[in-house]
RNA sequence: UGGGACGUGGCCAAGUUGGUUAAGGCACGGGGUUUUGAUCCCCGCAUUCGCAGGUUCGAGUCCUGCCGUCCCAGCCA
């Protein structure tokens, strides 16, 4: 229920696709899933790569990964290197690796189709003109005084636009529509620019470039594409990427798709946003734990498998939506419970002493990786005279319903044995210093005494045997569920100052010092934690909170 | 009367060409199990599908009108 088990819902993208192929317009579906290389993915990405790639491989088809790299200005292959990496970590691996640039000469060559037809003519009015002369939502545009050229100097100045004898911005070619068309992307829209600029990957080979519209459609044509998926703002581009197709000789004619992005709240998703975030420090880079990339939910300690169930749960439609950050947690909170080791650790550490328990000595007690599956096997964890436990789980005059630790009464230490207060040592300023307890030799897990009911059970880590950490707390980046509702307010004023908090001196059990970086573990009662890939050394390691674990005890508190 | 789209419970969302009682998940409420106040297990949770009319033996599914929300005037994608 919580991993790929989880059974495909219905959607009215897998519906035509099942149509088309029942009906037998495909006989092999192919989809691609086409990013462009100027920033990180991010979680709305994942649904897109879900969708495509999940799809394709529902119906036995392929995906390819396309790089949309037509805008020289703003890529480049660090992105391309990263983007690969996180599809794959996703667990996707693509048909085959292709990029817009790829296909430069042939949109080159359909550019120069579609001039001789009379299609496309360049323009030479600066942007300021064309943009004046484009007309408004609700007045037609005017033609363009060079909208008239003939086809011989039109291919002239874009072969001359090609060759570079021309400065950026001093021409364009557009496709001859209608600037009249209530559809503003069919009043001649640009096609090709001039940008002296090298390319990422083609270098200084062109001076002009394609325009996404001209690329993407025929890039889908190329490449066979039977289901091009994009999301809703492109509907009003469907026109104009039939068009393109109906005005070359392209050897296929994939259908456009149109879905509806996928919003978390709590956060933002736009690449501009992420990218200020990350460039104006508000967090620690693009991979930073709270961030939406997969980068950052990686290093947080999602897995790739949540993440994809969290998809496949939400659905895919046409309307636009906010999911609830609660829905991901929950994803991963399944993933962890299923698949996480059980530890203790102790975040705010008091000091237990156990009166009745021999000086100088200890001992070694087994304890499950998870309770409910003993195939995980079990792990050693030390006892000694002295513990630390929570500072949290223990009361001087505790409510109603306190289950825990309270003077006189009795505890369970989880794994272990029942111990009872007896007393309570204060420090110079009234806090609690030191509790100490009494413990019951014949309750230790396992013998027949620890059948005894006890009210509560917490968790504990030997002050001898326990190893110093350093543990992240993350929480939701900003402290509102919509940072761009308000329009009089920019959305860093809602950035969330508590997102991170740092715990130098919480203290974990020893099997901690086997962990690999990345691991996960759940300590128990506390929440999920991954071992921070880059920052932890077993000299002192680091842990990550990835999400806590359900509390209602802390809800019936509110 | 610019054009395009969307509107099913608090949040997502399924609803085959109109046909008996409107899936499922999350959230929420109640109960049970439990050495994690976790997990798990039961039970409950829309007489109603943005609103108003209409067609029909029968409409969330068809028609008309209205309301609300989103997108489009880059030589960005």
């Known amino acids: ?199 990422h990957r083609t270098g200084g080979q062109w001076n002009i470039y394609p325009m996404y519209d001209w690329a993407h459609g025929i890039s889908d044509a190329i490449e066979g594409i039977t289901h091009s998926l994009c999301t809703l703002e492109f509907e009003d581009h469907r026109p104009l990427y039939d068009w393109f197709l109906e005005n070359i000789p392209a050897q296929c004619h994939p259908q456009q798709i149109e879905f509806a992005r996928g919003n978390l709240d709590f956060t933002v998703m736009s690449k501009r946003k992420l990218r200020q975030l990350v460039e104006e420090e508000y967090v620690n880079g693009w991979d930073d734990p709270r961030m939406p990339t997969i980068a950052g939910l990686r290093r947080r300690g999602y897995t790739a498998r949540s993440i994809r169930t969290f998809w496949k749960e939400a659905g895919v439609s046409k309307a636009e939506s906010i999911i609830p950050m609660g829905v991901l947690e929950n994803a991963i909170r399944n993933d962890m419970n299923e698949n996480a080791p059980r530890l203790m650790a102790v975040l705010d550490p008091v000091k237990v002493v156990l009166t009745n328990y021999p000086e100088g000595e200890s001992e070694i007690l087994e304890a499950a990786s998870h309770p409910q599956k003993p195939e995980m096997g079990s792990r050693s964890v030390p006892l000694g005279r002295e513990i630390w436990i929570e500072r949290g789980d223990f009361m001087e005059d505790p409510p109603r319903k306190f289950f825990r630790l309270r003077p006189g009464g009795e505890v369970r230490l989880r794994n272990a044995f029942i111990i009872q207060c007896n007393d309570v040592i204060k420090d110079s300023e009234g806090k609690v210093a030191e509790i100490h307890c009494e413990y019951d030799p014949d309750s230790r897990s396992g013998l027949p005494g620890a059948s005894r009911k006890v009210k509560g059970t917490i968790h504990w880590v030997s002050v001898a045997h326990g190893v110093r950490a350093e543990i992240r707390l993350y929480d939701r980046l900003f402290n509102t569920a919509n940072p761009l509702a308000d329009k009089q307010r920019d959305y860093l004023e809602f950035l969330n100052p508590e997102s991170l908090k740092i715990i130098m001196d919480a203290v974990v059990e020893p099997a901690v010092n086997d962990a690999q970086p990345g691991e996960f573990f759940q300590f128990e009662r506390v929440g999920y934690f991954c071992v921070d890939p880059y920052s932890s050394s077993s000299a002192q390691p680091v842990l990550n909170r990835t999400v806590s674990l359900r509390d209602s005890w802390a809800k019936l508190n509110r």
């Open 1 to 199: 229920m919580n991993n790929d088990q989880t059974p495909n819902v219905s959607n009215f993208i897998r519906n035509i696709v099942k149509r088309d192929i029942e009906s037998g317009k495909h006989d092999k579906i192919v989809t691609r899933f086409p990013p462009e290389p100027n920033g990180h993915l991010h979680i709305g990405h994942a649904k897109s790569i879900c969708l495509n790639f999940g799809i394709a491989a529902e119906f036995g088809g392929a995906t390819n990964l396309r790089f949309d790299d037509t805008n020289p200005l703003k890529e480049s292959e660090d992105f391309a290197r990263a983007i690969m990496h996180d599809v794959r970590w996703l667990g996707f691996e693509w048909n085959e690796l292709r990029h817009a640039s790829d296909y430069f000469q042939q949109l080159y060559e359909y550019a120069v189709h579609l001039i001789s037809n009379g299609k496309a003519y360049v323009d030479s009015q600066d942007a300021e003109a064309m943009r004046s002369s484009r007309g408004t939502l609700k007045e037609a545009g005017t033609n363009s005084p060079f909208r008239d050229r003939t086809v011989e100097e039109n291919l002239d100045l874009f072969e001359r636009m090609k060759n570079g004898e021309f400065a950026d911005g001093k021409h364009v070619l557009r496709a001859r529509i209608d600037m009249a068309s209530p559809n503003m992307n069919l009043r001649d829209p640009a096609i090709y620019r001039i940008r002296k600029v090298s390319h």
